[in-house]
Structure formats: C-alpha cells, structure tokens
C-alpha cells in the first residue's frame, strides 16, 4: 500500500502527486491552542485536557508494549470517542463563535481542516499521534546546516561536524554536554592514543 507520510500542516510538506496517506501531529494541533491559552483560557484549556487524555491513553499502550493492531484497538476504544466529541466540540464552537478570523480560530479551523489526518491513529495499525521525536533530530540537523554557512574553511567545517555528532550522541547516551567536553579536556593527550575509550557512552559508562 501506500507509505505513511508524517508531517505537520504547511502546504510545502505536501508531497503532490505521489499516492500515500497523509498524516498531522497532535502535537502541532495542541501547539496552536497551548500558544494562546492565556488569552482564551476556558475554550483552549478544555480541547488541551481533551487531548491529554489521548496522549494518556498512548502512554498505556506503551507501558503495556502493545503491538500495532493491539494498540489499534486500544485508540479505537479509549481514544476514538474523545476525538469524536471533540471534533464535534470544535464545530459548534466555530459555528457559535462570532469573530471568525481572530487567533482562536485560526487555530481551530488548523484541527477541523486536517480532522482526517490527525485521527488516523485509531484507524491504522502503527500510526503514531506524534513524531516529536523525528522532528527534534531533524531540527537539529538544519541548525548544524545552517551554521555551516558561517565556516571558513573545510577543515573548520569538519571540526564542527565532529563536534555536532559528539553533542548528539551526548544528548542520546542522556550525557551532560558541558560535563563530558570538560572530560575530553582534561584527557586530551589519552584521548589522542585510544579515542575508542572516550566516546559519550564510555562517558556514561565511566560515571557509573
């Protein structure tokens, strides 16, 4: 069939003619709504407490190591009736709601015109709710690329992309940045002859 396609709602992520299945992120959904939740507290505290109760129930399928199809049928369960309730909660609120173009519903009409996409989750075996995840790893990518364009020389962009690769596996192993870095210094001349022995996992391991 056709792959699964992930990505958040701008039209430049749309991928044209090619046939796959469209999805969107909760997350950016709720992003749109948290932004403002100091202006219009009641009606963006009421659809984020509805989608914490979703992600609640996602969190259960992965404590419980559910397979796909078993956590299919635990979103078409637990989670189906609250997006339902809450698509119909968003409608009524659009269709009562005087100020059509304001903030508020700039970030409703963002759920209610890609509803389809964001609930496939409880319509598809594996469809995960959020690929916060990927997208964390690609951001930083673009950043490194980025500032890429502000080195001199080649051989000072290879020292900035060891040093990415060493703050990412840092953030991976779940090792402190500054703390490791700091290692490295005061082991330099060890870390010259055996630089195996002085990666963020042997890091990790040494502070064990």
């Known amino acids: 069939g056709a792959p699964l396609y992930m990505s958040d709602g701008l039209a430049a992520n749309t991928t044209g003619t090619y046939p796959v299945i469209q999805l969107h992120w909760l997350d950016h959904a709720r992003r749109q709504l948290f932004d403002l939740l100091k202006i219009y507290p009641q009606p963006c505290a009421y659809v984020i407490e509805q989608l914490g109760l979703v992600y609640a129930e996602d969190k259960k399928a992965k404590e419980n190591r559910l397979t796909a199809e078993q956590r299919l049928e635990h979103h078409k369960k637990h989670s189906r009736p609250i997006m339902e309730a809450l698509g119909l909660w968003l409608q009524n609120f659009k269709n009562t709601r005087f100020e059509q173009n304001d903030d508020l519903m700039r970030a409703i009409n963002y759920s209610l015109t890609r509803w389809s996409e964001l609930n496939e ?56 940045h500054f703390h490791y870095l700091e290692w490295i210094q005061k082991n330099k001349s060890q870390v010259k002859k055996q630089p195996q022995s002085y990666t963020p996992h042997a890091y990790k391991l040494s502070q064990i």
């Open 121 to 176: 989750f409880h319509h598809i075996p594996g469809v995960p709710h959020s690929n916060a995840e990927c997208e964390r790893a690609i951001k930083a990518v673009i950043c490194h690329r980025k500032n890429s364009l502000a080195y001199k020389t080649q051989s000072g962009a290879l020292v900035g992309d060891i040093i990415q690769s060493l703050l990412l596996t840092c953030q991976y192993e779940g090792v402190n």
